[in-house]
């Protein structure tokens, strides 16, 4: 059996200097480091810019009974050359602020983007967006919900939020995924986390109902 070989660690990288280069809504800090190689010794020094995002959660808001997900609409400046439209179908997201942890913010920002509560947050993956360029790493969970009445538009004003919900039936949802429709990193794996995982949540929300039955 192939094993995966021993990964270097953050104490084979030297760090010699780092510096904001940018620092608005956003930071952008540049660095000049050395690390180990592979076939031995160190790297030379090396330049590199890195666009500071922190840390975010997403939501993939699943009705388990009604076989439905609940999916954001917006305008995002990233995807203004999309070949489709620069509004794409997403999950209920936002950033970590010092001193939240995950679970808070995913409960946060699925009652601000999408007007509700759920009855259960299920952890999907932690992975990290870009890291050749950025340290954005995203929490990925599902909601499971009772998506009856979730609908509208919301978002904060002050933010400039123009939130649309989207609920689509299982079955549509999976074939926007592949269509190329839904293009956007976390979506794509929550719903195919979804597809993977759909049996586990069929027999519960049965085992439920059955035992609902005969109480």
Known sequence: MTQVPKP??????????????????????????????FKGGHSHLLKRELFERGEAVAVLLFDPD???????????????????????????????????????????????????????????????????GTNERIHLYCGLLDSSGVDGIHGLDDEGEDIRLVKLPLNEAFKLLDQGVINNAATIIALQWLQLNLDRFIRDSAGSQTTGTES
């Open 8 to 37: 270097f660690t953050r104490q084979d990288v030297s760090i010699e200097t780092s510096k904001d280069s940018y620092s608005g809504f956003f930071r952008i800090r540049t660095y000049e480091l050395q690390h180990a190689l």
């Open 66 to 132: 009604q076989q439905e997900v609940v999916l954001t609409e917006q305008f995002r400046i990233g995807a203004l050359d999309d070949e489709r439209s620069p509004w794409l179908l997403e999950l209920v997201a936002g950033m970590i602020e010092s001193g939240e942890s995950p679970e808070s913010v995913a409960e946060r920002e699925t009652l601000e983007e999408a007007g509700c509560r759920y009855a259960e947050l299920v952890p999907i993956c932690r992975y990290w967006v870009s890291p050749g």
